[in-house]
């Protein structure tokens, strides 16, 4: 089991650019979340995936970002026009099930120049 | 909205000591999540519970839903326990964690 996967590691871009960042969920889990950590707000929910439907993305900002789950082995989330603030590490995470024990990823450092 | 006070922020001890750290929830939540944050970033599991205590090794967790609390005690720590330990708790009726603001540990030989 090689746990949640997240590609790439570290991204880096220009302000204005678009960043696709990757994510690949334990194999048989149903759920996928996707999170962001700052130093100032912490680790802050983004937005969840319940076999392949989006459920819930009221953490997503409303501009910009949008988060995909195109088959059961992958999930994209997108920022369209990064700017400095999107600097963040973006976690993705899973669970066999809703409501069940969640593994991360271990994120995708951004960083908009 | 839904808050979860981690507590201390920082803690340092010496290995073989042990201590407490506490997450205070300011509303009902379903279950609980301990993590470490490992010094390559990671974040690695410890405990998950809806209730009661577990215990692995060296650490033991407890989780009271009514009274809105957890706890994650460490003893006899070694240098390899250091790390920021965070909690995280879901809340009824939600699919998010909602995660506390973490405590750096930090064990002094």
């Known amino acids: 089991n090689a746990g949640v996967i997240q590609t790439p590691r570290h991204k880096v871009t220009g302000k204005g650019q678009e960043a696709t960042l990757w994510c690949e969920p334990i194999?048989?889990?149903?759920?996928v979340f996707w999170y962001r950590q700052t130093i100032v707000q912490g680790l802050e929910f983004l937005t969840y995936f319940r076999n392949q439907a989006p459920i819930d993305d009221s953490g997503m900002p409303k501009e910009r970002f949008s988060a995909q789950m195109p088959n059961q082995s992958h999930s994209t989330l997108k920022i369209q026009s990064t700017q400095p603030q999107d600097s963040a590490v973006y976690l993705c995470a899973s669970s066999l099930a809703a409501n069940t024990e969640v593994f991360f990823g271990k994120g995708t450092r951004l960083t908009v120049v | 909205g839904d808050q979860v006070e981690q507590s201390p922020s920082a803690l340092s001890l010496h290995e073989g000591t042990g201590s407490a750290l506490r997450c205070n929830f300011t509303?009902?939540?379903?279950?609980v999540q301990w993590f470490r944050k490992n010094s390559r970033g990671s974040l690695i599991n410890l405990f998950y519970l809806a209730s009661g205590t577990k215990e692995n090794g060296r650490l033991k967790s407890a989780f009271d839903s009514k009274e809105r609390y957890s706890t994650l005690h460490i003893r006899d720590a070694q240098l390899e326990d250091s790390g920021t330990y965070f909690c995280?708790?879901?809340?009824?009726?939600?699919?998010?964690?909602?995660f506390g603001s973490g405590t750096q540990l930090t064990v002094m030989p």
């Open positions: 509303t009902t939540m379903r279950a």
């Open positions: 995280a708790a879901e809340s009824s009726g939600s699919w998010q964690l909602i």
């Open positions: 194999s048989g889990h149903s759920a």
